[in-house]
């Protein structure tokens, strides 16, 4: 079935480090989300991407939609202990479902 | 804004034993979507609703899950009856089409674990 490829899996870094992690696919998409998820919640969506090429902040997070329409990243400035989450991209297919498909997520831990 | 509200936000059950949950989208977002989250793995979509017609159930097991959404409103997933393997978080969402794209706003889900 469909699949996102995000990377990478998990991330342990220094508070204050900037945090890059990216999704891949093999087929177009004409969205991309970016979502983080605490435990216990639901994910909450941080960033919506709705042309190729386009860079979009939202405070220190910022996202592209990749030119190619099959990726996506996101990178965290200065990272923060509560960044602590798992952060999930989503594609949104380009048919009239407009079904979101997920990466498996990328851990990120913040060391004070 | 209220958000997607879901209940009850835990359940514990035997196997064979049957349960509902249920959602209330955002006011207004004619669109809801149940998705399964197992453990390690990012949410994966049950079924779509779009106000009370289905439009994408292709990954729902039809033979034990089932779901509905009278009035184009609240929404019940039910399982009957519940596997080991149904122990995972439901996660209801709704959305607001906006310009042809659909962001999904996600309630706390409900974490069910089968014994």
């Known amino acids: 079935g469909q699949q996102l490829n995000q990377s990478p899996q998990s991330m342990f870094i220094q508070e204050g480090e900037d945090v890059s992690m990216n999704c891949t696919s093999s087929?177009?998409?004409?969205?991309w989300l970016w979502y983080k998820q605490d435990p216990g919640e639901g994910p909450v969506l941080l960033i919506a991407l709705y042309k190729a090429g386009e860079l979009t902040s939202n405070g220190r997070l910022t996202a592209q939609f990749g030119i190619t329409r099959k990726d996506s990243f996101l990178n965290i400035s200065a990272s923060i202990p509560s960044d602590v989450g798992i952060y999930f991209c989503?594609?949104?297919?380009?048919?009239?479902?407009?079904?979101?498909?997920f990466g498996s997520g990328t851990r990120l831990l913040v060391r004070p | 804004e209220a958000g997607v509200a879901q209940s009850p936000r835990y359940k514990i059950i035997e196997k064979r034993q049957s349960v509902a949950f249920w959602c209330n989208p955002i006011?207004?977002?004619?669109?809801l979507y149940w998705y399964q989250q197992i453990l390690g793995q990012g949410p994966k979509l049950l079924i779509q609703?779009?106000?009370?017609?289905?439009?994408?159930d292709s990954q729902l097991p039809k033979d034990r899950f089932s779901a509905e959404r009278l009035k184009g409103v609240d929404s019940t997933l039910k399982i009957q009856p519940a596997k080991l393997e149904d122990s995972a978080v439901y996660l209801c969402?709704?959305?607001?089409?906006?310009?042809?794209?659909?962001?999904?706003?996600f309630g706390p889900g409900t974490r069910l674990t089968v014994t």
């Open positions: 989503a594609g949104q297919k380009m048919d009239s479902s407009y079904k979101l498909i």
């Open positions: 087929s177009i998409f004409n969205t």
């Open positions: 609703f779009q106000n009370n017609g289905v439009v994408d």
């Open positions: 006011s207004g977002h004619a669109t």
């Open positions: 969402a709704s959305s607001l089409e906006v310009s042809l794209h659909y962001e999904q706003y």
